[in-house]
């Protein structure tokens, strides 16, 4: 077969394409609502204590993620090179999570151990699972057009995932624990698990591998040697785990803010949607919002400067957020609207860039090593959210938090800054790390064509 580079992908694998991002969503938006205030709020482990487990799993993962690419480059069956992690790694996948809430009854020392071991294990599957995923979309199509289309749809459903747990998350945690909040949420990771696992099954099923692999990919240190000084990767990398960081430290400290910031007592406010849901919610629409916006607006413009402008976006709401009064509960739902809107438009541009990097590589050296690129989105991610939780972590134990009691005025201030503040100064290193990303619409083009020239030729 003979490589097309604009042979348009179908709906149906655009669509099975993404919704194995549904799975992914689902679980790191989980993780990033429930998993800190289930240790510190509802299991008695000290905010540090958990932030600090969360920055010491990233350790591992800065090993595993760039190693799991490695691998899955040369990978070489009959089902493709990324497509086979999907099929054996689902039901792992959904073990793993499950296990991180299906905590015993242990001490507060047990449980912290307990979170170590699980999280990491839950983590490790997820590389398994997620770098190989990436990886797919580098080869999925030689069209870098094709490849941004198939994008939108990814993150359509990274952000339907975000509606899903804002909508339903605390109603199925409240509704299934009976009573027993710690056990609402294990369960509903159980139903958010089942879920996943169908989704990558669906992905695995629907999917085809264009990019034919070369017989040897060459030394692995020459491949990382060769990543490490591609400035436009380090740069995205920046971009998207401060990007990330930023809306990960918002979730954490959500529940905690409402709780005691603003003294919300879980009453409803739109059907059955609380002010957490309704908070979570608005994000998850503006997410999908920014991703139809930016899979449009990168025809037109460059990526880079609307990577800057998404960020800027983000920032502004995010503080204008913290300015309006506690009950100032509809304006506040708007300007969330428009942080989803901005975080939306960071990670569909930033998926399209670690691709186009991947093809840029191998222009550049003749080195195919899409996995190892795509893995520092998968990282970039993992480590956002890692951040993003252990941040109100630090925070909160450094301004004397307490959990379940009355607040002091310099708790109070600790639960702003992790909520506000912070977040929206990290995004302003990650907006001046894009003015050093160079690969714009005339370079990427010439990629594009002369690799197509140069794979001409029998598959």
């Not at 910031?261 to 406010?269: A, N, P, R």
């Amino acid at each position: 077969m003979a490589y097309t580079a604009h042979e348009r992908i179908g709906l149906k694998e655009k669509l099975g394409y993404g919704v194995g991002d549904l799975a992914s969503g689902l679980y790191l938006n989980f993780f990033g609502v429930f998993l800190f205030y289930f240790f510190v709020n509802l299991n008695g482990v000290a905010p540090a204590a958990i932030g600090l487990m969360l920055l010491l799993t990233k350790l591992v993962d800065a090993v595993t993620d760039p190693m799991m690419g490695i691998i899955a480059d040369r990978t070489r069956t009959r089902w493709g090179r990324y497509r086979p992690y999907l099929l054996f790694g689902a039901v792992p996948f959904g073990l793993f999570g499950v296990m991180v809430f299906a905590v015993p009854d242990f001490g507060p020392t047990g449980k912290l151990v307990w979170a170590y071991v699980t999280y990491t294990l839950a983590m490790l599957v997820y590389t398994a699972v997620n770098v190989p995923y990436g990886g797919l979309l580098g080869v999925i199509s030689p069209s870098a057009a094709q490849r941004g289309s198939v994008t939108a749809y990814r993150m359509f459903f990274a952000a339907l995932a975000g509606i899903l747990i804002g909508t339903l998350g605390t109603t199925l945690a409240r509704e299934l624990g009976g009573g027993d909040e710690a056990r609402g949420i294990m369960l509903t990771m159980g139903c958010i698990a089942a879920l996943s696992i169908f989704c990558l099954l669906a992905t695995f099923a629907t999917t085809r591998e264009r990019i034919v692999p070369t017989a040897e990919n060459g030394s692995i240190g020459g491949d990382l040697r060769e990543l490490l000084r591609t400035g436009p990767w380090i740069a995205v990398a920046i971009a998207a785990i401060l990007g990330v960081t930023a809306i990960a430290a918002r979730q954490a400290s959500a529940l905690f803010y409402f709780e005691y910031v603003v003294g919300d007592e879980g009453e409803t406010m739109l059907g059955f949607l609380d002010r957490p849901a309704l908070f979570l919610t608005a994000l998850a629409l503006g997410q999908v919002t920014g991703v139809i916006l930016a899979n449009f607006l990168q025809r037109r413009f460059e990526k880079a400067h609307l990577v800057i402008a998404a960020g800027a976006l983000k920032a502004s709401a995010i503080l204008l957020f913290y300015v309006l009064p506690l009950d100032a509960v509809w304006p506040q739902t708007g300007v969330q609207y428009f942080v989803g809107i901005g975080f939306g438009m960071l990670m569909v541009l930033a998926y399209a860039m670690f691709t186009d990097i991947a093809e840029y590589v191998d222009w550049r050296s003749s080195k195919q090593m899409t996995g190892l690129v795509v893995s520092a989105s998968i990282f970039a991610v993992k480590a956002g959210v890692a951040f993003g939780l252990a941040l109100p972590g630090f925070v909160l134990d450094m301004t004397g938090f307490v959990a379940g009691a009355q607040q002091s005025e310099q708790a109070m201030l600790g639960i702003n800054l992790a909520f506000a503040i912070i977040p929206a100064a990290l995004l302003i290193p990650g907006g001046i790390a894009m003015l050093f990303y160079h690969l714009d619409r005339r370079m990427i083009a010439t990629v594009e064509r002369e690799l197509a020239q140069r794979r001409i030729g029998p598959a």
